[in-house]
């Protein structure tokens, strides 16, 4: 009767289709040597140019590969990938903290997310949330294709609106189609290989096992709204007053591709911030979260930040920390991991780090290691898996909502539930907007 929604399962399977990533042979190698034919081509007679026929022909006689050919595309999705990342780790992060007032916060979470819904905003998104998207006058989104993701946002907002306002029986289908709608947009605004809605495939990018309620994805996966929310995330942002860094994924991107994973409910709520007390409540076993400070140490060579996990009682695994934190000095004080890691450094980490509802930063035990799933993808799996309950096992789904089979299962499900709920749009917004909210 859903004991599985407590259990924590996770399997690991080394096993992929065909590959996302390649780095045979160099793109950008590629690219420069279509400039350099390109700078031959002008310089050429225009009796000459006839000869050939046109710059394709030309590429060919120089020996250069046709860079369209889908052939190529795994090598062109390393360049994109990489490029992107370069530039974001370069650039001052343009997203600006917000508090939120906490009797405002409902209402003000909304009208932010209502604020998405205009075309010319959307396009200005893409400017700010893209790193390499070119200099030119037309770079970036069309007016038509920002149209369409404003219509995601909209029915996005609405589906959650319902879900809200509707009995828990059926918030589980309404916030999985919202955040799925949501996701659409958050992929074209943020990912390296993705411009237009319709390059999204149609799949979910991920599978429900039914016979044992877990969440598959990854590896030889088709491919889908998952696996491009995953991948729309090349660097992961940290930022706090006063802290602001981007940590490289790359690693991470590849390894997902590389990993089917088959993961059960119990281990990803474990990875939620607003769950850990009732998740080590209801289960009997810690959480995967750990508060987390950072500040800066007195280093006259450099800026150094110093990385304070645990709350002196509890504090995670010096696997996971050596995991996270690999090459970088690790000690101890009054019952708290202490890890040191200079300013520039910070992007080398492999740690996930999430926000909770007030700003504050949460370590996590990561399951997938080396995979890093932003928190909005844990949350799409979570969604996903409870909206596949509902639907197909109604009977008992309604036993759980009642308490008629297991207090401890009951209040797990049921805290989710309205922490998500209080959550969702501040998750919707640090992925999509300009901002990133938090209540005081």
């Known amino acids: 009767m859903l004991e599985e929604i407590s259990q924590d399962k996770l399997k690991k399977t080394a096993v992929s289709n065909q590959p996302m990533f390649s780095t045979t042979p160099d793109y950008e190698s590629l690219l420069q040597e279509k400039d350099s034919i390109l700078g031959k081509w002008k310089t050429l007679e225009k009796d000459k140019q006839r000869e050939f026929g046109s710059l394709r022909k030309f590429e060919i006689e120089n020996g250069l590969l046709d860079i369209k050919d889908p052939a190529l595309l795994p090598s062109k999705n390393t360049y994109l990938l990489h490029n992107e990342i370069k530039r ?12 939120i007032e906490p009797l405002d916060f409902d209402d003000a979470a909304l009208e932010l997310a209502e604020s998405l819904e205009n075309i010319t905003e959307i396009r ?38 319902s879900g809200r306002n509707g009995s828990l029986m059926v918030k589980p289908l309404n916030f999985f189609y919202a955040l799925t709608a949501y996701t659409y947009g958050v992929i074209v605004l943020n990912s ?3 411009y237009r809605k319709d390059m999204l495939p149609g799949s979910h990018g991920m599978a429900y096992l039914p016979a044992s309620i877990q969440a598959q994805f ?16 090349p660097t992961h942002l940290i930022k706090t007053p006063g802290i602001s860094f981007n940590i ?3 690693h991470s991107l590849i390894a997902f591709y590389e990993n089917r994973f088959d993961v059960s409910l119990g281990t990803l709520l474990s990875m939620i911030p607003e769950m850990a007390d009732y998740y080590h409540l209801t289960t009997g076993n ?6 987390m400070e950072i500040s800066s140490t007195n280093n006259i060579r450099s800026v150094t930040w110093e990385f304070q996990i645990g709350n002196g009682e509890t504090r995670p695994s010096s696997a996971s920390i050596e995991q996270a934190f690999n090459g970088f000095n690790v000690t101890e004080r009054f019952g708290k991991t202490i890890v040191t890691v200079p300013a520039a450094n910070s992007s080398k980490l492999n740690a996930i780090i999430y ?6 930063l ?32 109604p009977d008992e789904w309604g036993s759980v909502l009642l308490n008629e089979v297991s207090s401890n299962i009951s209040l797990l499900t049921r805290h989710y539930f309205s922490s998500f709920q209080r959550k969702f749009m501040l998750v919707i917004l640090r992925a999509s907007s300009r901002f990133i909210p938090y209540t005081i």
């Not at 893409?126 to 998207?133: C, E, H, L, V």
């Not at 149209?147 to 909209?154: E, H, P, S, V």
């Not at 926000?355 to 504050?360: A, C, E, H, V």
């Open 192 to 194: 390296p290989f993705r």
């Open 286 to 291: 810690q959480s995967r979260c750990f508060p």
């Open 362 to 393: 949460w370590f996590v035990e990561n399951p997938f290691f080396p995979v890093m799933l932003p928190e909005i993808a844990v949350h799409f799996l979570i969604t996903s898996i409870f909206s596949n309950i509902m639907r197909y096992r």
């Open 248 to 250: 490289d994924c790359s």
């Open 355 to 360: 926000t909770d509802l007030r700003g504050n």
């Open 124 to 161: 200005e998104l893409y400017k700010i949330r893209k790193a390499s998207i070119g200099n030119s006058s037309n770079a970036g989104i069309s007016a038509e294709e920002a149209a369409k993701l404003k219509n995601c946002f909209n029915q996005g907002r609405e589906l959650f609106l």
């Open 88 to 99: 974001r780790l370069s650039r001052e992060d343009p997203l600006s903290l917000l508090p």
């Open 218 to 233: 990854g590896g030889d996966c088709a491919r889908g709204t998952f696996s491009d929310l995953v991948s729309a995330f």
